[in-house]
Protein backbone atom coordinates (compact mmCIF):
# COMPACT_ATOMS: atom_id res chain seq x y z
CA UNK A 1 0.00 0.00 0.00
CA UNK A 2 1.00 3.74 -1.04
CA UNK A 3 2.12 5.91 1.86
CA UNK A 4 -0.17 8.16 2.27
CA UNK A 5 0.72 11.74 0.64
CA UNK A 6 1.64 14.93 2.81
CA UNK A 7 -1.86 16.43 1.27
CA UNK A 8 -4.69 14.34 1.83
CA UNK A 9 -6.46 13.26 -0.76
CA UNK A 10 -10.51 12.29 -0.50
CA UNK A 11 -12.85 11.14 -2.89
CA UNK A 12 -16.10 11.24 -2.26
CA UNK A 13 -18.86 9.04 -3.95
CA UNK A 14 -22.04 9.81 -3.12
CA UNK A 15 -25.49 11.20 -4.62
CA UNK A 16 -26.00 15.01 -5.22
CA UNK A 17 -28.07 16.21 -2.51
CA UNK A 18 -26.40 14.69 1.01
CA UNK A 19 -26.95 16.76 3.43
CA UNK A 20 -25.08 14.69 5.99
CA UNK A 21 -21.91 15.08 3.78
CA UNK A 22 -21.53 19.11 3.61
CA UNK A 23 -20.02 19.37 7.39
CA UNK A 24 -17.32 16.21 6.36
CA UNK A 25 -16.59 18.26 3.41
CA UNK A 26 -16.04 22.02 5.33
CA UNK A 27 -13.85 19.47 8.01
CA UNK A 28 -11.84 18.28 5.31
CA UNK A 29 -11.01 21.39 3.78
CA UNK A 30 -10.00 22.69 7.10
CA UNK A 31 -7.55 20.30 7.22
CA UNK A 32 -6.24 21.58 3.84
CA UNK A 33 -7.63 18.13 2.28
CA UNK A 34 -7.84 18.08 -1.64
CA UNK A 35 -11.71 16.70 -2.72
CA UNK A 36 -13.70 15.46 -5.53
CA UNK A 37 -17.61 14.33 -4.60
CA UNK A 38 -19.00 12.51 -7.46
CA UNK A 39 -22.04 10.66 -8.00
CA UNK A 40 -22.23 7.76 -10.03
CA UNK A 41 -25.33 8.85 -11.91
CA UNK A 42 -22.40 11.16 -13.30
CA UNK A 43 -21.40 8.40 -15.43
CA UNK A 44 -20.75 7.84 -18.21
CA UNK A 45 -22.16 11.69 -19.27
CA UNK A 46 -20.09 13.62 -17.23
CA UNK A 47 -17.40 10.96 -15.23
CA UNK A 48 -14.95 8.90 -17.08
CA UNK A 49 -12.58 5.82 -15.96
CA UNK A 50 -9.47 4.94 -17.20
CA UNK A 51 -7.02 2.33 -16.36
CA UNK A 52 -4.12 1.42 -18.27
CA UNK A 53 -0.59 -0.60 -18.43
CA UNK A 54 0.22 0.05 -22.14
CA UNK A 55 2.48 2.51 -21.10
CA UNK A 56 3.37 2.27 -17.18
CA UNK A 57 0.74 2.42 -15.15
CA UNK A 58 -2.28 4.36 -15.18
CA UNK A 59 -5.88 4.21 -12.94
CA UNK A 60 -7.64 7.64 -12.70
CA UNK A 61 -11.21 9.02 -12.90
CA UNK A 62 -11.71 12.69 -14.50
CA UNK A 63 -14.67 14.61 -14.26
CA UNK A 64 -15.44 18.26 -15.33
CA UNK A 65 -12.07 18.70 -16.50
CA UNK A 66 -10.83 17.28 -12.96
CA UNK A 67 -8.14 14.28 -13.01
CA UNK A 68 -7.52 12.10 -9.85
CA UNK A 69 -4.80 9.59 -9.75
CA UNK A 70 -6.66 6.89 -8.27
CA UNK A 71 -3.42 5.32 -6.34
CA UNK A 72 -2.93 8.81 -4.96
CA UNK A 73 -6.00 8.94 -2.59
CA UNK A 74 -5.52 8.72 0.77
CA UNK A 75 -9.08 7.53 1.54
CA UNK A 76 -12.65 7.02 -0.14
CA UNK A 77 -16.04 7.61 1.36
CA UNK A 78 -18.76 5.14 0.07
CA UNK A 79 -21.77 7.19 1.06
CA UNK A 80 -24.54 6.79 -0.98
CA UNK A 81 -24.19 7.22 -4.68
CA UNK A 82 -27.36 6.56 -7.49
CA UNK A 83 -27.87 4.57 -10.50
CA UNK A 84 -25.58 4.63 -13.32
CA UNK A 85 -27.38 6.99 -15.85
CA UNK A 86 -27.60 5.81 -19.16
CA UNK A 87 -28.60 7.43 -22.50
CA UNK A 88 -32.41 6.60 -22.84
CA UNK A 89 -32.28 6.35 -26.55
CA UNK A 90 -31.02 3.29 -25.78
CA UNK A 91 -32.84 0.04 -25.61
CA UNK A 92 -33.76 -1.73 -22.31
CA UNK A 93 -31.33 -4.90 -23.46
CA UNK A 94 -28.42 -2.36 -24.22
CA UNK A 95 -28.73 -0.20 -20.96
CA UNK A 96 -28.97 -3.27 -19.26
CA UNK A 97 -25.43 -4.59 -20.94
CA UNK A 98 -23.63 -1.29 -20.44
CA UNK A 99 -25.16 -1.22 -16.69
CA UNK A 100 -23.66 -4.63 -16.25
CA UNK A 101 -20.12 -3.91 -18.23
CA UNK A 102 -19.77 -0.44 -15.80
CA UNK A 103 -20.42 -2.28 -12.50
CA UNK A 104 -18.01 -4.91 -13.57
CA UNK A 105 -15.52 -2.09 -14.83
CA UNK A 106 -15.60 0.54 -12.44
CA UNK A 107 -16.51 -1.82 -9.31
CA UNK A 108 -13.27 -3.58 -10.27
CA UNK A 109 -11.14 -0.11 -9.94
CA UNK A 110 -12.02 0.76 -7.04
CA UNK A 111 -11.42 -2.87 -5.43
CA UNK A 112 -8.38 -2.44 -6.70
CA UNK A 113 -8.27 1.29 -5.20
CA UNK A 114 -5.57 0.58 -2.31
CA UNK A 115 -6.46 3.27 0.46
CA UNK A 116 -8.55 3.77 3.29
CA UNK A 117 -12.38 3.10 2.80
CA UNK A 118 -15.85 3.79 4.73
CA UNK A 119 -16.71 1.62 4.02
CA UNK A 120 -15.87 -0.62 0.82
CA UNK A 121 -19.12 -1.41 -0.74
CA UNK A 122 -18.57 -5.08 -1.75
CA UNK A 123 -17.92 -5.44 2.41
CA UNK A 124 -20.68 -3.26 2.99
CA UNK A 125 -23.06 -5.33 1.04
CA UNK A 126 -22.27 -8.50 3.20
CA UNK A 127 -22.04 -6.89 6.71
CA UNK A 128 -25.35 -5.49 6.37
CA UNK A 129 -27.55 -8.75 5.68
CA UNK A 130 -29.08 -8.94 9.55
CA UNK A 131 -29.15 -12.71 10.01
CA UNK A 132 -25.44 -12.68 9.24
CA UNK A 133 -24.69 -9.85 11.47
CA UNK A 134 -26.67 -11.98 14.27
CA UNK A 135 -24.96 -15.17 13.67
CA UNK A 136 -21.87 -13.11 14.21
CA UNK A 137 -23.02 -10.95 17.08
CA UNK A 138 -23.58 -14.47 18.48
CA UNK A 139 -20.40 -15.65 18.14
CA UNK A 140 -18.56 -12.93 19.81
CA UNK A 141 -20.68 -13.30 23.08
CA UNK A 142 -23.34 -10.77 22.52
CA UNK A 143 -26.94 -11.47 23.52
CA UNK A 144 -29.38 -11.18 20.69
CA UNK A 145 -33.14 -11.14 20.17
CA UNK A 146 -34.47 -14.95 19.60
CA UNK A 147 -35.38 -14.80 15.60
CA UNK A 148 -37.73 -16.53 13.91
CA UNK A 149 -36.64 -15.95 9.97
CA UNK A 150 -39.03 -17.30 7.55
CA UNK A 151 -41.77 -17.44 4.68
CA UNK A 152 -44.17 -20.36 5.87
CA UNK A 153 -47.44 -18.85 7.77
CA UNK A 154 -47.29 -21.84 9.66
CA UNK A 155 -44.39 -21.34 11.37
CA UNK A 156 -45.41 -18.02 12.35
CA UNK A 157 -48.71 -19.19 13.29
CA UNK A 158 -47.21 -21.55 15.93
CA UNK A 159 -44.77 -18.84 17.20
CA UNK A 160 -47.48 -16.37 18.30
CA UNK A 161 -49.37 -19.52 19.61
CA UNK A 162 -46.65 -20.51 21.82
CA UNK A 163 -44.66 -18.36 22.71
CA UNK A 164 -46.06 -16.25 26.12
CA UNK A 165 -43.88 -13.18 25.55
CA UNK A 166 -44.54 -10.30 23.24
CA UNK A 167 -43.33 -10.83 18.98
CA UNK A 168 -42.03 -8.20 16.91
CA UNK A 169 -42.00 -7.82 13.08
CA UNK A 170 -38.91 -6.21 11.63
CA UNK A 171 -37.70 -5.18 8.37
CA UNK A 172 -34.47 -6.91 7.43
CA UNK A 173 -33.78 -3.89 4.92
CA UNK A 174 -34.65 0.02 5.73
CA UNK A 175 -38.08 -1.20 6.39
CA UNK A 176 -39.28 1.84 3.17
CA UNK A 177 -42.02 1.23 0.65
CA UNK A 178 -42.01 3.45 -2.79
CA UNK A 179 -45.42 3.27 -3.96
CA UNK A 180 -46.25 5.44 -7.06
CA UNK A 181 -47.14 8.82 -6.88
CA UNK A 182 -46.76 8.92 -3.11
CA UNK A 183 -44.10 9.78 -0.63
CA UNK A 184 -41.91 6.78 0.36
CA UNK A 185 -43.47 4.86 3.40
CA UNK A 186 -41.74 3.21 6.65
CA UNK A 187 -42.13 0.51 8.07
CA UNK A 188 -41.24 0.34 11.63
CA UNK A 189 -40.77 -2.38 14.16
CA UNK A 190 -43.95 -3.18 15.08
CA UNK A 191 -45.56 -5.96 17.97
CA UNK A 192 -47.45 -8.22 16.57
CA UNK A 193 -50.44 -10.42 18.42
CA UNK A 194 -53.05 -12.91 17.26
CA UNK A 195 -54.34 -10.36 14.90
CA UNK A 196 -51.22 -11.89 12.69
CA UNK A 197 -53.12 -15.09 12.71
CA UNK A 198 -55.54 -13.40 10.26
CA UNK A 199 -53.12 -12.47 7.87
CA UNK A 200 -50.53 -14.72 8.13
CA UNK A 201 -50.98 -16.09 4.26
CA UNK A 202 -49.05 -13.40 3.27
CA UNK A 203 -45.40 -14.64 5.29
CA UNK A 204 -45.67 -16.55 1.86
CA UNK A 205 -44.94 -13.79 -0.37
CA UNK A 206 -41.19 -13.10 1.49
CA UNK A 207 -38.87 -13.53 3.86
CA UNK A 208 -40.01 -12.19 7.14
CA UNK A 209 -38.15 -11.74 10.74
CA UNK A 210 -39.66 -12.27 13.64
CA UNK A 211 -38.20 -11.41 16.72
CA UNK A 212 -38.76 -11.67 20.86
CA UNK A 213 -39.70 -8.50 22.48
CA UNK A 214 -36.59 -7.71 25.20
CA UNK A 215 -37.21 -5.57 28.04
CA UNK A 216 -36.06 -2.13 27.64
CA UNK A 217 -34.24 -0.02 30.80
CA UNK A 218 -32.85 2.11 27.72
CA UNK A 219 -31.04 1.59 24.66
CA UNK A 220 -27.90 2.98 22.55
CA UNK A 221 -27.30 4.26 19.54
CA UNK A 222 -23.18 3.63 19.04
CA UNK A 223 -21.38 5.22 15.86
CA UNK A 224 -18.07 4.10 15.19
CA UNK A 225 -15.62 5.84 13.45
CA UNK A 226 -12.61 3.52 13.28
CA UNK A 227 -11.43 3.48 16.68
CA UNK A 228 -13.61 6.31 17.74
CA UNK A 229 -16.71 5.60 19.54
CA UNK A 230 -19.58 7.81 19.87
CA UNK A 231 -22.53 5.95 22.17
CA UNK A 232 -25.71 7.89 22.51
CA UNK A 233 -28.23 6.42 25.19
CA UNK A 234 -31.55 7.27 23.74
CA UNK A 235 -34.62 6.86 26.86
CA UNK A 236 -36.65 4.99 24.51
CA UNK A 237 -39.22 3.99 27.52
CA UNK A 238 -40.25 7.35 28.82
CA UNK A 239 -42.25 8.25 25.45
CA UNK A 240 -44.60 5.99 24.28
CA UNK A 241 -43.85 7.14 20.32
CA UNK A 242 -40.57 5.67 21.05
CA UNK A 243 -40.91 2.43 23.23
CA UNK A 244 -40.82 -0.01 20.54
CA UNK A 245 -38.98 2.05 17.27
CA UNK A 246 -37.32 5.40 18.56
CA UNK A 247 -36.98 5.92 14.66
CA UNK A 248 -40.75 7.18 14.26
CA UNK A 249 -39.81 9.92 16.11
CA UNK A 250 -38.35 13.58 15.12
CA UNK A 251 -37.52 14.79 18.68
CA UNK A 252 -35.93 11.83 20.73
CA UNK A 253 -35.78 11.79 24.18
CA UNK A 254 -31.99 10.89 24.92
CA UNK A 255 -30.42 10.02 28.22
CA UNK A 256 -27.26 10.79 30.46
CA UNK A 257 -24.50 9.61 28.29
CA UNK A 258 -23.12 6.69 29.80
CA UNK A 259 -19.76 5.00 28.00
CA UNK A 260 -20.02 1.55 27.40
CA UNK A 261 -18.62 -1.04 29.75
CA UNK A 262 -14.55 -2.07 28.33
CA UNK A 263 -16.62 -6.13 27.62
CA UNK A 264 -18.78 -4.51 25.31
CA UNK A 265 -16.82 -2.16 23.46
CA UNK A 266 -13.75 -5.40 23.31
CA UNK A 267 -17.19 -7.42 21.83
CA UNK A 268 -17.96 -4.83 18.99
CA UNK A 269 -14.63 -4.51 18.32
CA UNK A 270 -13.92 -8.16 17.45
CA UNK A 271 -17.46 -7.84 15.38
CA UNK A 272 -16.59 -5.26 13.33
CA UNK A 273 -13.34 -6.69 12.78
CA UNK A 274 -14.81 -9.63 11.37
CA UNK A 275 -17.45 -7.78 9.23
CA UNK A 276 -14.67 -5.61 8.22
CA UNK A 277 -15.89 -2.27 8.24
CA UNK A 278 -14.57 1.02 10.08
CA UNK A 279 -17.71 2.99 10.02
CA UNK A 280 -20.63 1.32 11.91
CA UNK A 281 -23.97 2.46 13.41
CA UNK A 282 -24.78 -0.14 16.26
CA UNK A 283 -27.92 -0.35 18.01
CA UNK A 284 -28.40 -1.58 21.72
CA UNK A 285 -31.20 -1.89 24.24
CA UNK A 286 -30.27 -2.05 27.67
CA UNK A 287 -32.34 -4.37 29.57
CA UNK A 288 -33.38 -3.04 33.22
CA UNK A 289 -30.61 -5.59 34.67
CA UNK A 290 -27.99 -3.98 32.35
CA UNK A 291 -27.05 -6.19 29.86
CA UNK A 292 -26.50 -4.99 26.18
CA UNK A 293 -28.70 -6.63 23.98
CA UNK A 294 -27.47 -6.26 20.24
CA UNK A 295 -29.98 -5.29 17.28
CA UNK A 296 -28.18 -4.67 14.09
CA UNK A 297 -25.35 -2.83 12.92
CA UNK A 298 -26.14 -0.67 10.02
CA UNK A 299 -22.38 0.32 8.17
CA UNK A 300 -24.10 3.49 6.12
CA UNK A 301 -26.29 4.52 9.37
CA UNK A 302 -27.08 8.26 9.21
CA UNK A 303 -24.91 10.52 11.89
CA UNK A 304 -26.12 13.83 11.43
CA UNK A 305 -28.61 14.21 13.63
CA UNK A 306 -26.75 13.46 16.58
CA UNK A 307 -24.39 15.80 15.95
CA UNK A 308 -26.49 18.91 15.33
CA UNK A 309 -28.43 17.72 18.72
CA UNK A 310 -25.94 16.90 20.98
CA UNK A 311 -22.90 18.88 19.47
CA UNK A 312 -20.70 15.52 18.74
CA UNK A 313 -18.08 16.04 16.73
CA UNK A 314 -18.64 13.62 14.16
CA UNK A 315 -17.62 15.11 11.13
CA UNK A 316 -14.90 15.64 12.39
CA UNK A 317 -13.99 12.01 13.22
CA UNK A 318 -14.86 11.14 9.56
CA UNK A 319 -12.87 13.95 8.09
CA UNK A 320 -9.81 12.81 10.37
CA UNK A 321 -10.25 8.81 9.24
CA UNK A 322 -10.26 9.79 5.92
CA UNK A 323 -7.37 12.17 5.80
CA UNK A 324 -5.25 9.71 7.78
CA UNK A 325 -5.29 7.27 5.24
CA UNK A 326 -2.86 4.18 5.21
CA UNK A 327 -4.43 0.26 6.32
CA UNK A 328 -6.80 0.86 9.30
CA UNK A 329 -6.13 -0.76 12.19
CA UNK A 330 -8.04 -1.70 15.69
CA UNK A 331 -6.37 0.00 18.66
CA UNK A 332 -7.57 1.45 21.72
CA UNK A 333 -10.76 3.02 21.66
CA UNK A 334 -11.16 6.20 22.61
CA UNK A 335 -15.28 6.99 24.20
CA UNK A 336 -16.82 10.59 23.29
CA UNK A 337 -19.35 11.73 25.24
CA UNK A 338 -21.92 14.27 25.16
Same mark, same amino acid.
Given at each position: ?????????????????????????????? =?????? +????? #?????????????????????? +?? /????????? !???????????????????????? =???? *??????????????????????? @??????????????? &?? /????? %???????????????????? $? #???????????? !??????????? @?????????????????????? @?????? $?? %??????????? @??????????? $??? +????? %????? #??? %???????????????? !?????????????????????????????????? *?? *????????? *???? &? &???? =?????????
Amino acid at each position: MPDSPSTPRVLILTQEFDPTVDPVVHSLKA =RGAELV +RVDLS #YFPTTLTFTTSDFDGERRELLH +RG /RRVDLDSLS !GVWYRRPTAFAFDPAMSEAEQQFA =RNEA *LHGIGGIMRATDCLWINRPDVDA @VAELKPYQLQVAKRH &GF /RTPRT %LLTNDPQEVAALVKATDRPV $V #YKALTGGVIHYP !GAFPSGLFTTV @VGDEVLEHADRVRHTMCMFQEY @VDKAYE $VR %LTVVGNTYFPV @VIDSQSMPTTA $VDW +RGENH %LPYGP #YRP %LPDDVVERTQRLLAEL !GIVYAAIDFIVTPDGEHVFLEVNPGGQFMWMQHD *LQ *LPLSEAVAD *LLCA &G &GEFR =RGPVTQVGY
